[in-house]
C-alpha cells in the first residue's frame, strides 16, 4: 500500500472515531431562502444572481471587525456568513446586527458555503501556524460540528489551503488543501469523513466548481515538491463524482482563478500558457484568449453567455466564441492587493465589481458606466442578496451592505 493510501486509511479512521453523527433537520433551501449560499454564488461559480442589484447606491450599513475581511460573504437562511482575518466567522441578521461569532485559531479567507440544513463551512487558512484546523462545520447555532483533519495540528499539518469549500447536491464538501505535503482535491462527507482524494502535482489555490452532473474541476498550479508527480499536472483537473480522474487539460499552471462552469458544459478559466482559456467538458479546448490578462480574478457568466473577468487594469466582457466585445478601467484587487475581486452579476444583467481604488463599480450589459460608490481599503468580491442588496467586504476590515433602488438597466 503506497504511503498515500496508508495516510488516506489512518486519517479516515480517526474521522469516523472522533465525529459526532447527529442530523439536523431538512430546511427550504431555494434562491429565495439562500441568495448566494457559496463561493460565486452556486457551485459552478457563475457568479450570476436570479436578483437585481440597485441603480443608484445607498450604504445601508456597515460591520467593522478591526482587521481585513478578505472573502466575499454567504447569504443563507436570513443571515450573511463572512470570515476576518482576525480568524472570525461572524453571522450577521440582514440588519448588520451581530448574531453570533465562531474562533477558529487561524485566518479565515475564503468565502463560506452554507448547505441545505444550515450547516456553515469554512476553510481556515495555514492552520499549523496557529494551531487550528483546516475545514470547519459550524452548525447553525454557532458550535462547533466537526472539524477536518479531526486530529488538527501538528499531527495532519495543512500545508497549503487558498480557495472556498464548495458544496454538490448530495452534501459533498470539495476542498483543495495540502496535508502532510500531499497536495490534492479532497472529498469530505457531510459527516466529516473522507470520501475520496485526488492528487495533484501542484497547489490547488482556487475554489473547486461543481457540475450538475458532478463533475469536479480544479486548476492546478505549478509543482512543488514533494511529492513528484501527482494524478493531474499543473492545468484544469477534472474528476468524476466517484473520484476517478476524467482528463487534465494541459493549460499551464492555475493561479487564484477559479474554474466556472457555463449552462453548456464549457469550463471557464485561466492558465500561464494561453491567457484566458475554454475547455469543453471532454478537456479539449474550445478556444483561448491570450489579449487577456486575468491573473487571480474568477470570471463570471451573464444571463445571455457573455464572460466578464477582471484584469490588472481592465474589466472585460468576452463573447461566447472569445472575442473581446469591450473593456473597462478598473483596478482589480487580487492576493497581494486586498481582497481578490470577482465580479458578480444581476438578473439583468448588471455587473458589480470591487477595485483596489477604494470603489465599488456598477456598470450595464454593454459596458456603459452607472454609478461608483467610495467604500475604503481595497474593496474585494461582492454578492447579491434579495431586496436590491449588495454585500462587499474590503482591506479596512469592514463588511459593506449597499442598497438602493431597483436596477434600471
Not at 160 to 178: F, H, K, N
Amino acid at each position: 500500500m503506497t504511503p498515500v493510501r496508508v495516510f488516506l486509511v489512518v486519517l479516515t479512521a480517526l474521522s469516523l472515531i472522533m465525529l459526532s453523527f447527529a442530523s439536523s433537520p431538512a430546511m427550504n433551501f431555494s434562491v429565495g431562502s439562500a441568495p448566494w449560499p457559496t463561493f460565486h454564488g452556486n457551485p459552478q461559480h457563475t457568479g450570476l444572481s436570479p436578483f437585481t442589484g440597485p441603480s443608484a447606491p445607498v450604504l445601508e450599513w456597515k460591520f467593522a471587525t478591526g482587521t481585513g475581511i478578505s472573502p466575499s460573504p454567504a447569504v443563507a437562511f436570513g443571515t450573511i456568513y463572512v470570515g476576518g482575518s482576525d480568524g472570525n466567522l461572524y453571522a450577521l441578521n440582514r440588519d448588520g446586527r451581530l448574531k453570533w461569532s465562531f474562533p477558529t485559531g487561524g485566518t479565515i479567507d475564503s468565502t463560506p458555503a452554507v448547505s441545505s440544513d444550515g450547516i456553515v463551512y469554512v476553510n481556515v487558512h495555514f492552520c499549523c501556524n496557529s494551531g487550528a484546523g483546516a475545514l470547519y462545520a459550524v452548525n447553525r447555532n454557532g458550535s462547533l460540528r466537526w472539524m477536518f483533519p479531526p486530529v488538527g495540528c501538528p499531527t495532519s499539518c495543512v500545508d497549503w489551503l487558498y480557495g472556498s469549500p464548495t458544496l454538490s447536491s448530495d452534501g459533498t464538501v470539495y476542498i483543495a488543501m495540502s496535508i502532510n505535503d500531499f497536495f490534492g482535491i479532497w472529498a469530505i462527507k457531510p459527516d466529516g469523513s473522507v470520501k475520496w482524494f485526488v492528487s495533484t502535482g501542484g497547489i490547488v489555490y482556487g475554489s473547486p466548481a461543481v457540475a450538475p452532473d458532478g463533475t469536479v474541476y480544479g486548476g492546478v498550479d505549478d509543482p512543488l515538491p514533494p511529492p513528484p508527480g501527482g494524478e493531474c499536472a499543473p492545468g484544469l483537473c477534472s474528476a468524476y463524482s466517484n473520484g476517478t480522474v476524467a482528463w487534465n487539460a494541459k493549460i499551464g499552471w492555475v493561479f487564484g482563478s477559479s474554474p466556472v462552469v457555463s449552462s453548456d458544459g464549457i469550463i471557464y478559466v485561466t492558465g500561464a500558457l494561453y491567457g484566458f482559456s475554454a475547455i469543453r467538458r471532454d478537456g479539449t479546448i474550445e478556444w483561448n484568449q491570450t489579449g487577456v490578462s486575468t491573473g487571480d480574478s474568477t470570471p463570471a457568466i451573464g444571463p445571455t453567455g457573455t464572460i466578464y473577468v477582471e484584469s490588472s487594469n481592465y474589466l472585460y466582457a468576452l463573447a461566447t466564441d472569445g472575442s473581446i466585445r469591450w473593456k473597462f478601467p478598473i483596478v482589480s484587487s487580487s492576493f497581494n492587493v486586498g481582497p481578490r475581486s470577482d465580479p458578480a452579476i444581476d438578473a439583468k444583467g448588471n455587473i458589480f465589481a470591487g477595485s483596489s481604488d477604494g470603489n465599488m463599480y456598477a456598470l450595464s450589459p454593454n459596458g456603459i458606466f452607472l454609478w461608483r460608490l467610495a467604500l475604503g481599503g481595497a474593496v474585494g468580491s461582492p454578492v447579491i442578496d434579495l431586496g436590491r442588496t449588495i454585500y462587499v467586504g474590503s482591506s479596512d476590515g469592514t463588511l459593506y451592505a449597499i442598497g438602493g433602488p431597483p436596477s434600471l438597466q
